[in-house]
Structure formats: structure tokens, C-alpha cells
């Protein structure tokens, strides 16, 4: 172990660190700040410590903010300023000014916030229609980071392509199958985009596999999921955020079409423009940017 710390420039200490958890004390303080902010949002660190040591909590200012820090709510109130712009910062217009809205799939907005649980907590994303107050999707994680976010809006450009070249293939390509690749944390398998490119290319034409998956020989299980008469195979593994390929074959050659998404929100940023500027010319709900590309 201290060769492997010295070629690698660690020190040995930083290696066998593990980082505490919070105390079974300090989880029931967090559920009962999480419940009194829900119920008064403008109480900041000092209004909050009064509150719990009324409740016979033997608790300080400077432990209620550390606690409510890792928590991240804040406290609403006037603050000063506000309508004074930084310096060479862009003003971004308010697009729903004076809009009346009057129907399903107008304005959709999405949120991050936290869910307590006995041992922690675990972050939820959700993207809700203002109209309906209908979840249209969300994501669960246990940890903060963006990746899970992104999951939810995962209509980028290159997906909608990838997923409509898919379905042009299957037009002249006689079979195929599709990989869905995720990082080790993703719950769910496979995931949202993968299944409905595997119903999508269902409707396209009949996947003809040389051998039938029930005469295959061994576990059924190793040929994956059949979806809509396309086999779909799930990699969940550390080092990968998000991705799906679809295989065509023909005697001698192979097409391969796929898309892998990064941690970084850009690519998601085109699609998301695209969206908000079509909401007002189509009607009803229209699920991907496939069909707002390309029609279909």
C-alpha cells in the first residue's frame, strides 16, 4: 500500500479516510427543521433555533446553521437589490409575462428538492405542468450530483437524431438490437429513452432475429429484455453517465447507431430552447424532440 500511495503522490492518510455521517441526533434536528421550514419558509438560522429550543431542544445558533447548510433551504425575504443588474450580466426576459395559461402542456417548470428518510436523505427532480400540477417526470438520487438532473431531460439534439436514424434503418435493416448504458447508481433498467426507442422501431417493422429467443440454448435471461420484439440489454457501471446504441446486422457487415451524453448540461440546452420556442405552435402533449424535429 505505501508504494502504490508513492507512485500515485497520496498520502496514506487520505486513502484510509472516511468521511463521518451524520449522528442519529443531528438527523432528527434535520427532519424537524425540514418540517417547521415547510411550514414557515421565511425562518432563517436564528428564528429556527429559537423554535427548536421552545420544543426543548438543547441546540445553538452555529449547530443549527451548519445543520441547515447541508440542507441548503433559504430562508424568503426581501432582499436588497434585486432589481439592479450585475455588471455586464444578460437580463433574461420573463416569458410568461402577461400569459394566461389555459391548458395541459403550456408551461412546464422543473425543481430539485429533499426527501428525508430514516438514515439521510434523497434528492427528487421533477418537471411539473403548471396547468395540471401533473409530474411529468422525475428522478430520484441519493447523492447531488447533476447526473441525475440530466436523466430527466435527457432530449438532447444527438438523442432525437440517434433515435430517428434508428427508425429510418429499421425500414431496410431486417434485425436488430439495442445496448443501454448507465452509470451504477441508475435505478431503473432500461431507461425511459431506450424503452420507447425499442416500441418505436416495434412500429416500424418486424425484428426478424436469426434464432428466436425462445429456442435459445441456456438461460433466456442472457439474450435481455424483449421490448416490443427488440432484444434491449442494460450495462449499469461506474465510469458511465449515459448512452444506448442500436446494433443492425446483415450477413458480413453491421450499422451501428449511438449516442452517449456527458455530465455537462450543454448538449441538453439546444433541445430545452428548441422546446420553449414550438410550445405555442403545437397542441397537446408532444413527448420528444424527435417529433418536433423531424415530425414524426
Given amino acids: 500500500m505505501r508504494r502504490q500511495c508513492e507512485l500515485l503522490g ?29 411550514a414557515h419558509p421565511f425562518y432563517g438560522s436564528r428564528k429556527m433555533t429559537r423554535w427548536l429550543q421552545a420544543q426543548g431542544k438543547e441546540v445553538n445558533c452555529k449547530r443549527v446553521q451548519r445543520l441547515m447548510r447541508v440542507m441548503e433551504p433559504e430562508a424568503i425575504y426581501p432582499k436588497p437589490k434585486l432589481s439592479v443588474a450585475g455588471r455586464g450580466h444578460r437580463i433574461f426576459p420573463y416569458l410568461l409575462r402577461d400569459v394566461r395559461i389555459e ?7 422543473t425543481d430539485i428538492t429533499y426527501i428525508p428518510l430514516a438514515t439521510g436523505f434523497m434528492y427528487l427532480a421533477a418537471v411539473i405542468d403548471w396547468y395540471s400540477r401533473y409530474v411529468v417526470s422525475w428522478r430520484l438520487s441519493n447523492t447531488r450530483e447533476g447526473t441525475f438532473g440530466l436523466e430527466m431531460l435527457d432530449e438532447a439534439f444527438t438523442a432525437a437524431l440517434a433515435k430517428h436514424f434508428a427508425r429510418l434503418a ?119 424532440l424527435d417529433r418536433l424535429l423531424f415530425g414524426d
Fill in 103 to 109: 391548458r395541459a402542456d403550456q408551461v412546464w417548470s
Fill in 170 to 288: 429499421a425500414k431496410h435493416l431486417p434485425s436488430w438490437e439495442i445496448i443501454d448504458y448507465a452509470h451504477a447508481e441508475k435505478p431503473d433498467a432500461p431507461s425511459g429513452t431506450t424503452r420507447e426507442l425499442a416500441e418505436a422501431l416495434g412500429e416500424v417493422a418486424q425484428n426478424k432475429l436469426a434464432v428466436p429467443v425462445e429456442k435459445t440454448h441456456g438461460p433466456r435471461e442472457a439474450r435481455g429484455a424483449s421490448i416490443a420484439g427488440t432484444q434491449v440489454h442494460s450495462i449499469r457501471l461506474p465510469g458511465i453517465v449515459l448512452a444506448f446504441e442500436t446494433i443492425f446486422g446483415l450477413p458480413n457487415e453491421r450499422l451501428t447507431i449511438r449516442h452517449d451524453a456527458g455530465k455537462g448540461a450543454e448538449p441538453y440546452v439546444h433541445g430545452t430552447l428548441l422546446a420553449v420556442r414550438r410550445v405555442m405552435q403545437v397542441a397537446g402533449l408532444v413527448h420528444g
Fill in 10 to 38: 497520496l498520502n496514506r492518510s487520505s486513502l484510509y479516510y472516511e468521511p463521518a455521517t451524520e449522528t442519529a441526533a443531528n438527523l432528527q434536528l434535520m427532519r424537524r427543521i425540514d418540517a417547521e421550514y415547510a
